[in-house]
């Protein structure tokens, strides 16, 4: 399974950095992408870190804000998040990916982001 942690409650300009840790799935052969869900929206990509450590952002939005980068050994990964707004707000998941971040393996458990004053 994935684990997702390091969400929480953040002022609007502020910083947060996720984690996504794996149990039983060997996360150094796959794709690692970040989504989240804002309430009431669906659910979408904002980052993903291929096996290759080559990182990318979707989203004009997030693409100077938000820093996906591995471990070295690429069994951990996380999310770097800066100048906050609360339009970020949702729940953030790491998924285990394939394909060049195409193909959607293992989903994780999510973390709370909330952007608020």
């Known amino acids: 399974q994935l684990v997702t942690s390091g969400g929480g409650p953040v002022q609007p300009g502020g910083s947060l950095r996720l984690s996504c840790a794996a149990s039983g799935i060997a996360l150094e052969t796959r794709d690692i992408g970040w989504f989240r869900q804002a309430p009431g929206k669906e659910r979408e990509r904002v980052a993903c870190?291929?096996?290759?450590?080559?990182?990318?952002t979707s989203g004009d939005d997030v693409a100077d804000r938000f820093t996906t980068f591995r471990a070295a050994t690429r069994d951990l990964a996380w999310l770097q998040m800066e100048r906050l707004k609360p339009e970020d707000t949702g729940l953030y998941t790491c998924?285990?990916?394939?394909?060049?971040?195409?193909?959607?393996?293992?989903w994780g458990q999510g973390t709370p982001v909330t952007v608020s004053s």
């Open positions: 998924a285990a990916m394939s394909g060049g971040c195409l193909g959607l393996d293992v």
């Open positions: 870190n291929d096996k290759y450590g080559s990182a990318t």
